[in-house]
């Protein structure tokens, strides 16, 4: 059994620490910019698509496979090979990539929720506000001490992880993740009365057709359920682990993907048509957040307030997310080597903040489309193959009918085995093909 004694209190426990490391930049900077770039709802289709069938039961897997071993990735899937009656040192070395995906995300990462702290301080003191070019702005904020504004970032997920599990992971995502959803959603309602706003809403309603038929944007959807819900086969699966037996995964799995499912429709609402309403460029890219809302917020009356209430809801999900990613980390050294919580906590926050510094730093891009499009499919594969082909049948319904009161439908093991499996590898295939 695992080492770990700390779980969550109850399963909406499990519920808002999963939804906060799924809801993230993912949804409010990834999200919306790669709708304003595959056509609107040419982009949205394929993504809910891809979300309810492949996302949803992914969760359902990586959380079962972590309750039923009590372990991260690395002893999960040992276990499951061992629970198979074979050699676990196999499954252990694919919990070890999982683990490092997760890792290299967390240094990825880092510097962009750095940027959010950065423009979240300079919100309220006024000088991304009153800056005459937000753009300058902008590359002066992401080249100069950088170092800095990501050790800040470091030790904001540093202080909440290391409170433990129920006290600190739980308790911090309990309240940002309503928090966000309010935050974002009283903005959009004010963006909606800006004129042209409607203009954003067709857009987002009508398919660009030749997008809709582009195989690269349903790689890039799927790409993005997996980035916005958290599915790597490292952070799920030990979410997992900490919940309690008498929760229903099921149920746990879709408030999970409704909550983040309802952030992203939420954040693109927000963008989307603010974008139209002043006249800028829907396809901005990376700029959208830190260039395009912020000359937005300007134009807008209580600009400054609206600009540091929307950063505000970015930082909160930028942080769950990255706490997700810490954990899986954490975990490892905690289960595996034994290492107390505290030390844990220090050596992956001094980990990343070395690292984002040095090989980050002009470099997020490609690391970002890396993760997504390659490492990101690659691991919640591994997961999927674990649970759903290597651990027997009885015991993966055994472990998701407990905590359930209804039956567990005949649907799960092929949805997961032929459906999901099968799904990620057809894109892996066509990604390698480099299909435009």
């Known amino acids: 059994m695992s080492a770990i004694k700390d779980s969550f209190s109850s399963k909406w426990g499990l519920i808002f620490a999963a939804a906060g490391s799924a809801i993230g930049l993912g949804n409010i900077w990834l999200f919306p910019y790669r709708v304003g770039e595959m056509g609107g709802a040419a982009f949205i289709i394929p993504y809910i698509s891809c979300l309810l069938v492949l996302g949803f039961i992914?969760?359902?897997?990586?959380?079962?496979?972590?309750?039923?071993?009590?372990?991260?990735?690395?002893?999960?899937?040992?276990?499951?090979?061992?629970?198979?009656?074979?050699?676990?040192?196999?499954?252990?070395?694919?919990?070890?990539?999982?683990?490092?995906?997760?890792?290299?995300?967390?240094?990825?990462?880092?510097?962009?929720?750095?940027?959010?702290?950065?423009?979240?301080?300079?919100?309220?003191?006024?000088?991304?506000?009153?800056?005459?070019?937000?753009?300058?702005?902008?590359?002066?904020?992401?080249?100069?001490?950088?170092?800095?504004?990501?050790?800040?970032?470091?030790?904001?997920?540093?202080?909440?992880?290391?409170?433990?599990?129920?006290?600190?992971?739980?308790?911090?995502?309990?309240?940002?993740?309503?928090?966000?959803?309010?935050?974002?959603?009283?903005?959009?309602?004010?963006?909606?009365?800006?004129?042209?706003?409607?203009?954003?809403?067709?857009y987002l309603l009508t398919p660009k057709w030749e997008f809709l038929f582009d195989p690269r944007t349903w790689i890039l959807a799927l790409g993005q359920v997996f980035y916005s819900l958290s599915i790597r086969g490292s952070t799920m699966v030990v979410y997992g682990s900490y919940a309690k037996k008498s929760g229903d995964i099921i149920s746990s799995a879709k408030n999970i993907v409704f909550l983040d499912t309802l952030a992203s429709i939420i954040a693109a609402l927000l963008i989307i048509p603010a974008v139209f309403a002043f006249g800028k460029d829907i396809k901005a890219g990376p700029a959208l957040m830190f260039i395009t809302m912020p000359e937005i917020f300007k134009s807008m009356p209580l600009g400054q307030f609206l600009m540091g209430t929307f950063f505000i809801a970015v930082f909160f999900a930028a942080l769950t997310s990255l706490i997700g990613m810490f954990e899986v980390v954490v975990e490892v050294l905690q289960n595996k080597f034994k290492i107390r919580r505290g030390w844990a906590v220090g050596i992956v926050s001094a980990v990343t903040a070395v690292m984002c510094n040095v090989f980050v730093v002009g470099n997020v891009r490609w690391i970002v489309d890396m993760l997504e499009i390659h490492l990101i499919p690659f691991c919640a594969l591994v997961s999927g193959i674990f649970l759903f082909w290597i651990v027997p049948k009885s015991r993966v319904l055994q472990e998701i009918q407990s905590g359930r009161s209804k039956p567990v439908g005949k649907w799960i093991m092929p949805m997961g085995r032929y459906i999901f499996c099968s799904g990620v590898i057809i894109v892996y295939i066509l990604n390698i093909l480099k299909v435009k």
């Not at 079962?64 to 899937?77: D, E, K, W, Y």
């Not at 909440?160 to 959603?185: D, Q, S």
């Open 58 to 202: 992914a969760v359902i897997g990586e959380v079962t496979i972590g309750r039923l071993t009590g372990a991260g990735p690395v002893l999960a899937f040992k276990k499951a090979l061992e629970i198979r009656g074979k050699n676990g040192k196999p499954g252990e070395v694919f919990g070890w990539i999982c683990v490092l995906v997760a890792l290299v995300q967390a240094i990825g990462y880092t510097l962009i929720v750095s940027w959010v702290v950065r423009f979240l301080a300079g919100s309220f003191t006024g000088s991304v506000f009153n800056a005459s070019n937000s753009a300058q702005y902008f590359d002066s904020a992401v080249t100069s001490n950088a170092l800095v504004w990501i050790v800040i970032t470091v030790a904001a997920a540093a202080i909440t992880i290391v409170k433990g599990v129920e006290k600190g992971v739980e308790k911090c995502c309990r309240f940002m993740i309503p928090a966000i959803i309010v935050l974002l959603l009283v903005l959009a309602v004010r963006v909606a009365f800006l004129p042209h706003a409607l203009e954003g809403y067709k």
